[in-house]
């Protein structure tokens, strides 16, 4: 039973450049959220995708999108790439519906360095 | 302010001490999250509550809903517990995450 798998994991981009980060779920899971850690810091929410929608949003700008795709896997999208966008990119796997609400599954994570 | 307050930011340990990390949260919840995440990355679930104290192995962990404070124990310490330990707690929709603990357990 394969847990949440992220790729790639590590990427250097410059600065002004796009990326896609790509992440497919644990299976029977149906709900994909995504994080940025900055290094020394807790993961940060950006955003959450369920039934193919962005359901909730932290506080991230709109260079920052996604995208689930049918087989419940997702993109995250970050465009004009800042210094400030160096971090791990996490994904974490749920299914909504209660009791498998509260079980978030963790990635590896993907390192981005923006030079 | 944060949502999640943990406590210490960095902790160093001998070999075989008690150790207990202290999270504070300020929001309602439905469950509480222990998390542990190695050099690297990748993210472990050590426990979920939502009352009481739940152990498995070595570690602990307990939560007091009225104080909104839940501790994380971990007994005989060991160096492979060097880690970075994350409190989250989340709700129906959402999760937020203390900064973390980095603890080294020195032999």
């Known amino acids: 039973d394969a847990g949440v798998t992220q790729s790639p994991t590590h990427l250097i981009k410059t600065r002004g450049q796009q990326v896609t980060l790509r992440c497919s779920p644990k299976?029977?899971?149906?709900?994909v959220s995504w994080y940025q850690q900055a290094l020394g810091q807790g993961p940060q929410f950006i955003f959450q995708y369920y039934e193919e929608e962005e359901r909730q949003r932290g506080n991230f700008p709109d260079r920052f999108s996604g995208h689930q795709f049918p087989n419940y896997s997702s993109e995250l999208n970050v465009n004009a790439l800042l210094l400030g966008d160096s971090a791990l990119y996490l994904c974490?796997?749920?299914?909504?519906?209660?009791?498998?609400?509260?079980?978030?599954?963790f990635g590896a994570g993907s390192r981005l360095t923006v030079l | 302010k944060n949502e999640v307050e943990q406590s210490p930011q960095n902790l160093t340990a001998q070999e075989g001490e008690f150790i207990t990390i202290n999270c504070s949260y300020s929001v309602g919840i439905s469950a509480l999250h222990w998390l542990q995440q190695h050099p690297g990355g990748g993210i472990v679930s050590l426990f979920m509550?939502?009352?009481g104290k739940k152990k498995h192995g070595r570690l602990i962990a307990t939560i007091n809903i009225q104080e909104k404070h839940s501790s994380l124990h971990i007994t005989a310490s060991h160096p492979r517990d060097s880690a970075v330990y994350i409190c989250a707690v989340s709700r129906v929709d959402q999760f937020y995450f203390g900064t973390g603990t980095s603890l080294t357990v020195i032999p």
């Open positions: 299976s029977g899971h149906d709900t």
């Open positions: 974490a796997s749920s299914l909504m519906t209660a009791p498998g609400a509260n079980v978030l599954t």
């Open positions: 509550l939502s009352s």
